[in-house]
């Protein structure tokens, strides 16, 4: 939590960050100046250092929250715009939220699954009234090798992330058709195609094993398109090497 000065009383800030992780030692004064300045719902610290967790050193890591022309103050709207193509809003340990907002919204994490920043940050950013993207350097990614996205994959952690994605996929549908705004009406859309493609593409490992089945599937069959139909019918078919895939 953000605590303020005793003159900025009027609002509070939650700021998640992952237990390996940690702050620079002036991160709290500038996101403070930022906050006290844009007053937003939501402050993406949108550049990440990676550390490596046993030498503390900085090693490359190629990835922003946001692509980095993006910057400064947003509304959902011009921020979605200024997006293009890219669909993909998570990262929940770089958002900086409004607690009063936050509380009002009653957006929440789903709970039980993985990737659940992906729908979390996505329900922030469209349901906030302001959002302000800063590219500073103030939060330190560590690179853990205990970490559940980087442990070595077995069934069951494959199971876990193809359930997760079906989870998502579902989500995003209802939030599309709840939506009345055609402009996140369509985003919303479009992130259920990736999902889609995403839950597809995590068959291929276990294929029906992962806690639904071929039939639950079937509603989000509009949302499953072109060589992803066929692995609909035949998840496994990733699983074969790509020259026979072809022939077939």
């Avoid at 237990?19 to 500038?30: F, I, R």
């Avoid at 199971?159 to 055609?182: G, I, N, P």
């Avoid at 291929?204 to 806690?211: C, E, L, R, S, V």
């Avoid at 639950?216 to 020259?243: N, Q, S, V």
């Amino acid at each position: 939590m953000i605590c303020p000065p005793p003159h900025y009383t009027k609002s509070h800030y939650i700021y998640f960050v992952d237990a390996d992780d940690y702050l620079e030692s002036n991160a709290l004064e500038h996101i403070t100046k930022i906050l006290e300045q844009y007053k937003v719902d939501v402050l993406v610290e949108n550049s990440i250092t990676a550390r490596d967790a046993q030498s503390n050193e900085i090693v490359p890591f190629d990835y922003s929250v946001f692509p980095q022309h993006i910057k400064g103050l947003y509304t959902p709207h011009t921020l979605i715009q200024s997006l293009g193509e890219e669909r993909h809003i998570a990262t929940t340990w770089a958002f900086v939220v409004n607690v009063d907002f936050l509380i009002a919204s009653r957006i929440s994490f789903i709970p039980s699954i993985v990737y659940e920043d992906l729908a979390f940050c996505t329900q922030i950013i469209l349901a906030a009234q302001s959002i302000y993207v800063d590219n500073a350097h103030v939060y330190n990614y560590v690179l853990s090798p205990d970490s559940i996205m980087r442990a070595k994959s077995s069934f069951q952690t494959y199971a876990k992330q193809t359930y997760s994605l079906f989870v998502l996929l579902q989500t995003f549908v209802v939030l599309e058709r709840q939506s009345t705004d055609m402009i996140f009406k369509d985003f919303y859309h479009h992130v259920c195609l990736d999902r889609a493609k995403k839950l597809m593409q995590s068959l291929q490992f276990i294929g029906y094993k992962a806690g639904f089945s071929k039939a639950d599937l079937k509603p989000y069959l509009p949302y499953i398109r072109g060589k992803y139909r066929f692995c609909y019918h035949f998840p496994r078919i990733y699983g074969i090497p790509k020259r026979i895939r072809l022939v077939l």
